[in-house]
């Protein structure tokens, strides 16, 4: 696995965001981390790749997108030498203890199934290395197949049946339902 050569700053024209689709990033998250900017300053930097003398934005695409917004000129960059993809960067990232929470849970799925592959399974290994535990890894690891899980008894749920699984919920059992589905809506 590869690792951040360096931290530095690096104008927004110089770095390449050509794999980013803006469609899909909302405008609402943008301007919470521009308020937050104007605030504090960015706070992480955006993790980008270095080959043949170019840089591109491999992680941190709303924080590039908000540090555009207030027209700053260059942004802190941690730099990682080489062709790098998503995957391995989110790795990297986990890795260090002060970058592992600008990732999101999408982010972390990506990240342990990157390290579970490269430490053949190691889940002692990978905790050592993420400050995780082995069962949040484990979490992280069943995450593809629990959505599967869920979206199957989603689809087989009968009403009837299920107003009646509802009623038999104790109310600690029914709050957190009803965070889940909070999270879903």
Do not use: H, W
């Not at 043949?52 to 491999?58: A, G, H, M, P, R």
């Not at 979490?139 to 959505?147: A, C, H, K, Q, R």
């Not at 009837?160 to 999270?183: A, C, G, M, Q």
């Amino acid at each position: 696995m590869k690792e951040i050569q360096e931290f530095k700053n690096i104008s927004l024209e110089k770095i390449n965001i050509s794999n980013i689709n803006e469609d899909l990033i909302n405008e609402a998250d943008i301007d919470n981390i521009v308020a937050d900017i104007k605030e504090k300053g960015l706070s992480r930097p955006i993790i980008v790749s270095l080959e043949d003398n170019k840089y591109s934005l491999i992680l941190g695409t709303k924080r590039f997108m908000a540090a555009k917004k207030v027209n700053t000129s260059s942004i802190f960059c941690g730099v990682i030498n080489g062709k790098v993809d998503r995957s391995e960067v989110t790795a990297i990232a986990l890795c260090y203890t002060s970058l592992e929470d600008m990732l999101n849970d999408e982010d972390r799925t990506l990240a342990i199934n990157y390290l579970n592959k490269n430490l053949k399974g190691d889940l002692t290994k990978i905790s050592s290395i993420t400050n995780l535990s082995t069962e949040e890894i484990k979490s992280y690891l069943n995450f593809s197949e629990d959505v599967e899980k869920a979206k199957s008894y989603l689809n087989s749920i009968n009403i009837k049946d299920f107003e009646k699984k509802l009623s038999s919920l104790t109310p600690e059992e029914l709050r957190s339902l009803v965070k889940l589905l909070d999270k879903l809506n």
